[in-house]
């Protein structure tokens, strides 16, 4: 499992810089526009849905199974903060697709790394389980900011910028909830560094 969030950060890290100057060896083609409204966003945009409408499911599902299996009070805890915390943001992200009548993009290399990830919190049990939710939960939460941040910055539909301005404080304040854990695990022994 240790190598799954890795993956999901590099993933997350790697597309966000598809659509900047001098990363363009591979040219930034979006996949087909589901609807007039889609075919209007810019990559950066279209990038932007594509991950943060993953991206939120896989937290709300990944926190479920951390809160039945966690074995610390603090694992479970953060968990359900996770659970009912994206809540709202697919929802204010469903919202902003279905007022401008587009279709999230499928990201499936994302998808697949993320089912991977929850399959194998699934098979984990004991501190094994804690200790990959929580790294995870580090990787995750630093990519997830770099990609609210990268929207704020270079995105041009002001209905997402808006919704990453209004998320991203809520993105940090679970970073740094989570890196605390992190401490505190590596300070009792549990973490694998």
Do not use: W
Not at 44 to 64: C, E, H, K, M, T
């Amino acid at each position: 499992m240790n190598r799954v969030p890795t993956l999901i950060f590099g993933l997350t890290l790697a597309t966000l810089t598809a659509g900047q100057p001098g990363a363009d060896a591979q040219p930034n083609i979006p996949a087909p526009a589901t609807s007039n409204a889609a075919s209007t966003l810019s990559p950066v945009d279209y990038n932007f849905i594509a991950q943060a409408n993953l991206g939120a499911p896989f937290q709300i599902d990944s926190g479920r199974v951390a809160e039945e299996k966690a074995t610390t009070a603090d694992a479970r805890d953060y968990a359900h903060l996770m659970v009912v915390s994206h809540i709202p943001v697919v929802d204010g992200l469903n919202s902003i697709l279905q007022r401008k009548q587009i279709t999230a993009p499928p990201e499936t290399l994302l998808q697949g790394a993320y089912d991977a990830m929850i399959g194998s919190l699934k098979a984990d049990t004991g501190v094994a389980l804690d200790r990959d939710y929580v790294e995870g939960q580090v990787g995750y939460q630093k990519g997830n900011a770099a990609l609210f941040r990268y929207e704020i910055q270079n995105g041009a539909d002001p209905d997402l910028k808006a919704f990453a301005e209004h998320t991203l404080p809520k993105i940090e304040d679970h970073l740094q909830r989570i890196l605390k854990l992190a401490q505190r695990n590596a300070a009792s022994g549990t973490s694998s560094e």
